[in-house]
């Protein structure tokens, strides 16, 4: 485990953290004690880390009540990043949608009110590509979500377009920037920063078979070499930096705790470039 005192500080501009945090498999890989409980996760993953991005949004609607518990069960000085409910992206119910969205936005207003909440990330699939109806909706739901601290992230490919960026940079909407597998069908990973005030980069793993469905694989499990991240610390997360007053980083490839040694180690290179310091 990585002692509590690290420069990946809440007090940075550039925060390292994981895509989630409860996961039962992170004690048999030794990032928990053995025994932790679940609700003790939380405390002993901001030991390590000073954000986390919720992933548990993802799969059902919050509640004010549970989202107003767990920000208060965080250390002082502990943020979040949420993901936008599937309800709104993947599975979305179109006779439903905008009173979905009163439900979330009503779930995230404590954590907003705090100023705890950096982001909401709009996590679109592959198939979302950018047909007109799909940027109709995505233009409508961005509307509708007016007021929170938004970022979006694409994985077609269609949507690496400079008008689709101008039109973020617009509204103020933060382009989430990915690594993940080089598939021709994916959006590319780019270092293209339209919200000054965020940059947002998210660490899948290159699991190709994994994001292609294939047998025996889970997309996100994956551990990073050195000579993967390196050029992350070294080249473009300082670009994007030069362009934005703070920038968040999140590792989602969660399995066998593979997330957070990975995130400890490009808070390590980081560190060596001079772009995350000490308290």
């Known amino acids: 485990m990585c002692p509590s005192r690290n420069p990946n500080s809440a007090h940075s501009n550039l925060l390292v953290g994981c895509s989630g945090y409860s996961y039962r498999e992170w004690i048999e890989a030794g990032v928990y004690p053995p025994g932790t409980k679940q609700t003790d996760m939380l405390h002993r993953y901001a030991e390590q880390f000073p954000i986390v991005e919720l992933n548990y949004t993802w799969y059902r609607m919050p509640t004010p009540e549970l989202i107003d518990r767990q920000r208060q069960q965080a250390p002082e000085g502990f943020l979040f990043a949420a993901k936008l409910t599937n309800t709104l992206t993947h599975e979305i119910d179109t006779s439903i ?27 679109l699939p592959p198939s979302f590509d950018r ?15 007016h007021g929170l ?59 190709a078979d994994g994001w292609q469905n294939k047998p025996n694989t889970h997309p996100f499990d994956y551990d990073y070499t050195d000579e993967e991240l390196r050029p992350w610390a070294e080249k473009t997360i300082g670009r994007m930096m030069e362009r934005a007053k703070k920038g968040v980083v999140f590792f989602n490839n969660h399995v066998s705790g593979q997330a957070p040694k990975n995130a400890n180690r490009l808070v390590e290179l980081l560190a060596e ?7």
């Open 97 to 123: 949608w905008k009173e979905n969205i009163v439900r979330y936005r009503d779930a995230m207003a404590p954590m907003l009110q705090s100023g705890q909440l950096v982001a909401v990330l709009v996590q």
């Open 131 to 145: 047909s007109p109806a799909r940027r109709k909706y995505l233009a409508s739901l961005l509307d509708h979500l």
């Open 149 to 207: 601290p938004l970022a979006v992230e694409f994985r077609h490919k269609s949507w690496a377009n400079d008008r689709v960026f101008a039109e973020l940079e617009r509204r103020a909407v933060t382009l989430a920037s990915v690594d993940e597998p080089r598939l021709s069908h994916l959006f590319p990973s780019l270092d293209v920063v339209t919200n000054p005030d965020l940059a947002y980069i998210r660490f899948h793993g290159r699991n």
């Open 273 to 279: 470039q001079g772009l995350i310091g000490g308290k």
